[in-house]
């Protein structure tokens, strides 16, 4: 499950620096079987506003957390260190996972 925010995050660098081709690239992984984008609907924007007003995560965050929560996701995966705090789902960091592999 990818939040349509994170897909948002991702196509920030490649629209900034006028790599349409990196940007298109992200959208087909996107739309790859297995990939999952889900929007933001009410459900998750609740649970964002809930995570956000307990933990000072900011709101792309939040509704990033929220989404892996509210779609039954196992964990969720960042490099974000604030996520460490949180205790409603797993935080696996990306660099640790990448570190031990």
């Given at each position: 499950?990818?939040?349509?925010i994170t897909?948002?995050?991702l196509l920030v660098r490649p629209e900034r620096d006028g790599h349409p081709e990196?940007?298109?690239r992200i959208g087909d992984l996107l739309s790859e079987d297995g990939f999952?984008?889900?929007a933001v609907d009410?459900?998750?924007a609740r649970r964002s506003a809930s995570l956000?007003?307990?933990?000072?995560l900011k709101l792309a965050d939040a509704i990033i957390v929220a989404?892996?929560?509210?779609?039954?996701?196992d964990a969720v995966v960042s490099n974000d260190g604030a996520w460490r705090k949180l205790n409603e789902?797993?935080?696996v960091r990306l660099d640790d996972l990448l570190a031990s592999s």
């Open positions: 499950m990818v939040s349509v897909e948002a995050e990196a940007a298109e999952y984008v889900v009410r459900r998750i956000r007003a307990r933990t000072n989404t892996a929560i509210e779609t039954g996701c789902i797993p935080f």
